[in-house]
């Protein structure tokens, strides 16, 4: 555990509902988190009404003018070249320079991982960052891996986003030797194409600092079989979005069987407790977070259109991550993993290693 205050840098003004879900969920998390202290980026005409409105608040943050901010359409790479003085570039540059010890931004997701990219670079060991969160399980949580950051991946790439999502799984989710599977068609060996048999053969080399289970289907997420889940983000982006959206299905399907009748309507009133317990496990605010894992830093994306509750369970994961050393913990699985990778360079190929052809 890393000794001393933990300081957080907020993009002031990314999100939806930015600036008052930034500054009331800032409030919240100094509460839950007592000692941290957060540098605040954006347009002090705007902040600090809302941070006056929060008792003691001010005495834990800091306001730094910004005069730009990051638009929802911004195209990754105008965000590198004209956005320079947004909130976010700057609490970024924070967090890059050790001012802070991470970021958190509800802002624009393909800029916030261009200028993450940029400004923190990429920690040893990694070639690509992948955007890791959490969801819930029958068994508790699983964290999924790649959502978004890159479409194709080869084998190499799927192997460090094993080790990636296994230590930030220790890390959140409080485990020795995490469970990794790779996200396949089958759970046979020979089902899948080429990356994915190669990075299995990779993973399944004694010495790796993870505990790999192998191939994973798509209704085996909700299991909790596995504690990490690799893919590609393509895969995952759409795997997470049909999820919630799954999520969503049923519970519209619920309230609409409750108010079907007046007997219906009864029932409810003896299930409400249930009901109330059953909306609280998959509540999204409380898995709102995800993180950018591969730069080096720490850096978390809160979902745009969270509440104030959402996007302080966002700080709760940055505090996390430094608390517990993620970053080291991530340097040195990656290290374990290219040794891994190097001494096996000699060997038959990973292709050949895991049976090879269809």
């Not at 060991?125 to 479409?151: I, K, Q, Y």
């Not at 999502?165 to 990794?180: H, I, M, T």
């Not at 290290?335 to 269809?358: I, K, M, Y």
Request: glycine content about 12%; proline content about 3%; some cysteine.
């Amino acid at each position: 555990m890393s000794a001393g205050k933990i300081v957080l840098a907020l993009d002031g003004m990314g999100g939806d509902h930015a600036p008052e879900v930034i500054v009331f969920g800032a409030d919240m998390a100094r509460e839950r988190h007592p000692g941290t202290t957060f540098l605040l980026f954006g347009d002090p005409a705007r902040l600090k009404p809302l941070v006056d409105q929060r008792k003691g608040l001010a005495a834990a943050l800091e306001i730094v003018p910004a005069e730009d901010a990051v638009l929802a359409d911004d195209k990754p790479s105008f965000a590198l070249r004209r956005r320079r003085k947004s909130s976010m570039w700057l609490a970024v540059e924070a967090a890059a320079q050790g001012r802070a010890d991470t970021v958190v931004s509800a802002g624009n997701t393909g800029a916030l991982l261009a200028i993450s990219m940029f400004a923190m670079r990429m920690i040893e060991g990694a070639h690509r960052p992948a955007l890791a969160s959490f969801m819930p399980t029958a068994r508790g949580e699983t964290v999924m891996l790649d959502l978004g950051a890159n479409l194709e991946c080869d084998a190499e790439n799927l192997s460090e986003f094993a080790v990636m999502g296994s230590v930030f799984a220790q890390v959140l989710l409080g485990l020795d030797k995490p469970r990794v599977g790779l996200l396949n068609v089958g759970s046979e060996e020979l089902k899948g194409h080429e990356e994915l048999r190669q990075a299995a053969a990779i993973l399944r080399r004694e010495g790796l600092p993870l505990d790999f289970h192998g191939f994973v289907e798509g209704n085996d997420i909700g299991k909790g079989d596995v504690d990490v889940v690799v893919t590609d983000g393509f895969t995952g982006n759409v795997a997470l979005k049909s999820i919630e959206g799954t999520a969503k299905l049923y519970s519209q399907f619920v309230r609409d069987a409750f108010r079907s009748s007046t007997m219906a309507k009864l029932g409810y009133l003896f299930a409400s407790g249930a009901m109330n317990k059953f909306r609280k496990r998959v509540d999204p605010r409380r898995y709102n977070g995800g993180v950018f894992l591969g730069v080096d830093g720490v850096c978390v994306k809160s979902h745009g259109g969270t509440d104030a509750l959402g996007f302080a369970y966002a700080i709760g994961v940055a505090v996390d991550m430094v608390r517990y050393e993620y970053r080291n913990k991530l340097a040195d699985g990656l290290a374990t993993l290219r040794r891994s990778v190097e001494a096996g360079s000699a060997a038959p190929s990973a292709l050949q290693a895991s049976g090879g052809g269809e």
